[in-house]
């Protein structure tokens, strides 16, 4: 079973993007973006490590995903007058 997960969290969305986890949504409103991952009730624990720096990223995929995830924020920039504007991608874990 999937659950909808959404964070605000830049760099918490960084690091599930850099894990493979599918990011379904992103919505922005004015200079707010909020992302949205599938993800499975095991990765609950993820998100707590991850507030617990208890976790360890491979520097060059999360460096890959912050600019992915900053490319996907400024590629609608000029879309700013339209709040919660959505874009779904899927997205696959290399490696």
Known sequence: ??????????YLACYLFAEGKELVQRKRDK???????????SDEKIINDYYN???????ISFGNAIKALKSIIYSTSSNEGKSNYELTIKTTKKG
């Open 1 to 10: 079973m999937t659950a909808k997960y959404e964070t605000k969290d830049f």
């Open 31 to 41: 200079n707010v973006t909020t992302f949205t991952f599938s993800l499975s009730p």
């Open 53 to 59: 720096r208890k976790l360890a990223v491979e520097v």
